[in-house]
């Protein structure tokens, strides 16, 4: 088996399960991205949020029908493995279990792969016509030397949510989609205010360019409604 699938305790190696996803999640209920792809002279504008009921499909958890303590409101779910109400070690009992290990064992990872994540595609359901994926946009990223595919989805809200993720296996869901460029992406927690710029190549290519100047680039359909402090050095914090 291959290291990078276990936890380290003790000298003993442990795959991580659905408590760790939960509590990885959790961190991410106050969060939210907010994301600047371009294309062939377009931009658009990807604001990420994150729900308790979102992590139940992002474990795989719907597969495991055979668990009938899964069979209800999906954010009480949440909460019961946040407080060990479902016990882990039944969960993983399941006869389905094998089909969503290696998605659990990497999901804790979701928030660095958010972090880090300079590889996005807008997604077109029909270039993959075996899979039933409704998403928007794809992120691919290479974490613990394994692939993995973040699905993004617009809601009701305008805001984007995760709606799917898992390692890849054989299939490469990139193959004919459409890479759009990484033009900015900003962390903000929603309760303190704070923002953390992660990645700001707007700043960086048009320090001396205004944002007229800019807007005309993409055909004046840049889409940031005035949001951003385009002198900000990258990576600084603002409180």
């Not at 953390?196 to 889409?223: C, P, Q, V, W």
Request: glycine share 6%; charged share 30%; with cysteine.
């Amino acid at each position: 088996m291959r290291q990078s699938l276990f936890i380290c305790i003790g000298g003993l190696e442990f795959l991580r399960n659905i408590k760790d996803c939960v509590n990885a999640f959790l961190s991410l209920l106050n969060t939210q991205y907010e994301i600047v792809l371009g294309r062939k002279g377009v931009a658009v504008t990807l604001r990420i949020t994150f729900d308790k009921k979102d992590c139940f499909h992002l474990m795989g958890l719907q597969y495991l029908i055979d668990r009938p303590e899964l069979n209800r409101d999906r954010e009480k779910i949440f909460d019961k493995i946040l407080m060990g109400d479902i016990n882990t070690n039944r969960v993983e009992s399941s006869d389905f279990y094998e089909r969503i290990k290696e998605r659990i064992d990497y999901l804790p990872l979701l928030e660095m792969l958010l972090d880090s994540n300079e590889t996005v595609f807008k997604y077109n359901k029909k270039a993959n016509i075996y899979s039933k994926i409704e998403a928007d946009f794809l992120m691919k990223n290479n974490m613990e030397n394994r692939n993995l595919y973040l699905f993004l989805s617009q809601g009701k809200n305008d805001n984007y949510y995760c709606r799917s993720f898992f390692p890849e296996e054989k299939k490469d869901y990139t193959k004919n989609q459409a890479l759009w460029t990484m033009l900015y992406k900003k962390k903000c927690n929603m309760i303190t205010g704070k923002e953390i710029i992660l990645y700001d190549k707007l700043t960086t290519s048009n320090k001396h360019k205004s944002l007229e100047e800019r807007a005309m680039e993409f055909n004046g359909e840049l889409m940031l409604d005035g949001e951003y402090d385009w002198g900000e050095p990258v990576g600084r914090e603002k409180i």
